[in-house]
């Protein structure tokens, strides 16, 4: 039987020889698609550090908020800590002295402010740990396209070939469409782990930000119930 006999050890079918017979423009897809896969991978190990870093610095930091008997001194501790559940601390404490410093204190108006202070600080904390999440997002979801794109482009090249060369053979076909498949199998390896990574950190993320709007909560009744002790 004529034409070309492929097996899996054909060498003309590694991913370094299909990227290096591929066109210009299917080369730029797979260059484009293995950046965006180490990108991903760079924020997902990095991002899932601080992530589980965040989660253990703020249970530590609340057992030792538990256990604190000086609130000024537990503050003046931890004012300068980079610790999500810290940051919202220091903003709230830093609310209650220049309200309580004030000559007439309102009791309801510096309710209502440590609330909306701390409420910003756990907003602006969870925005800075989601940082980067985004664009593994994007990744995920434009990855297959580009890999289609390449895909369709490198077919679309393989006919052209064969309508300038009048061969159909399954040998002159092959080839090129094999170049053109790699793109979308890499925009797939590219997209499936940001996906899963992206749902994986989100999830971790809303634990986080649950965790840290309990603590908002708590600590805010806390300086109410002192409010109810003041004069």
């Known amino acids: 039987m004529n034409g070309l006999t492929i097996t899996a050890g054909d060498p003309s079918l590694s991913p370094i020889a299909l990227f290096l017979h591929a066109d210009i423009v299917v080369k730029a897809v797979m260059i484009g698609l293995l950046l965006a896969s180490l990108l991903t991978w760079s924020i997902i190990i990095g991002r899932g550090l601080i992530l589980r870093n965040a989660a253990r610095a703020d249970a530590a930091f609340e057992s030792d908020f538990a256990k604190a008997a000086d609130m000024d001194r537990f503050y003046n501790d931890h004012a300068k800590s980079d610790v999500p559940a810290a940051r919202i601390f220091t903003a709230g404490m830093i609310e209650w002295r220049r309200s309580t410093s004030a000559k007439k204190l309102d009791k309801e108006a510096t309710r209502f402010r440590l609330s909306q202070v701390m409420a910003t600080a756990t907003a602006g ?107």
Not at 131 to 150: D, K, Q, Y
Not at 214 to 226: C, I, K, N, P, V
Request: charged share 20%; aromatic share 10%; glycine share 8%.
């Open 125 to 231: 904390e969870v925005d800075r740990l989601s940082e980067r999440l985004n664009l593994i997002a994007t990744i995920g979801s434009i990855s297959p396209f580009v890999g289609l794109f390449g895909t369709v482009w490198g077919i679309m090249r393989s006919f052209s070939d064969i309508a300038a060369s009048q061969n159909t053979s399954f040998g002159a076909v092959a080839p090129g469409i094999a170049e053109a498949l790699f793109a979308t199998a890499l925009g797939l390896f590219t997209a499936i782990p940001a996906v899963v990574a992206y749902n994986r950190m989100s999830h971790r993320l809303d634990r986080i930000e649950a965790h840290l709007h309990r603590f908002a909560d708590s600590f805010h009744a806390t300086l109410s119930r002192e409010l109810d002790g003041e004069e």
